[in-house]
């Protein structure tokens, strides 16, 4: 069982717009604003598509954005498109026990 | 361009030692002070951050393998190597060698392809 919690499936059709949720604790999610979100692709490596809650790094699109409540965050995805099928995973860190914590990812599908 | 490939024996038997090695290219370990680990992926299951090596050499490891986990870095070969002793078939897994910016909340930002590792007798 993984130390964050996400959706195992999401599903939209092109142009609508999805949401994946991560769900934490006060101890890692809910501590700092410590959370980046993964794409991962078939027979690609990692990308990271969002740091530090919010944070896009260059490149990528603004369709996808991040914010957290509490201790929970959230990756949203607008305007769907085909090529967004991946993989998501959310990750954060949980400072009193030093260690990176990691969802069990959410598979996204462009019905 | 920055390529990690991480190597070793694709079985091990219960109760054996784990030994993986990432070789390093187009980059060099001694000239970054970025950190350096290992993430696994049990079969079906989700990412598990196993640990990193600081370019102090300094080390953090998740604390459930860190009575098992050993993570060291070879500046003159430029490869950082994992060890796990006394695996279990809990620890059947995809491994993955990265590369992540100093601060043990960046996110990894260069990743191996991976190496499946199975735990068989």
């Known amino acids: 069982q993984s130390a964050l919690t996400q959706p195992a499936f999401v599903s939209g059709s092109p142009g609508q717009s999805v949401t994946i949720f991560c769900t934490g604790t006060s101890s890692d999610i809910g501590d700092y604003d410590y959370v980046s979100w993964y794409q991962w692709r078939p027979g690609k490596a990692p990308k990271v598509i969002i740091s530090d809650v919010s944070h896009r790094p260059s490149g990528i699109s603004s369709r996808f954005s991040g914010s957290k409540s509490g201790s929970t965050a959230s990756l949203t995805i607008s305007g769907l498109q085909v090529e967004d099928e991946a993989d998501y995973y959310c990750t954060s860190y949980r400072r009193s026990t030093i260690q990176v914590v990691f969802g069990g990812g959410t598979k996204v599908t462009v019905l | 361009q920055l390529q990690l490939q991480e190597s070793g024996p694709g079985l091990v038997k219960p109760s054996e030692t784990l030994s993986l090695t990432c070789s390093v290219s187009?980059?060099?370990?001694?000239?970054?002070?970025?950190?350096w680990g290992w993430i696994r992926q049990p079969p079906g299951k989700g990412l598990e951050w196993i640990g990193i090596i600081s370019y102090t050499g300094t080390t953090y490891y998740h604390p459930s393998l860190k009575s098992r986990v050993t993570i060291s870095a070879d500046l003159s070969k430029n490869q950082i190597s994992l060890t796990l002793i006394s695996v279990t078939a809990a620890d059947a897994a995809i491994y993955y060698c990265v590369r992540q910016p100093p601060r043990l909340w960046s996110p990894f930002d260069a990743w191996g392809q991976g190496t499946l590792v199975t735990v068989s007798s």
């Open positions: 187009g980059g060099s370990l001694s000239s970054t002070v970025d950190y």
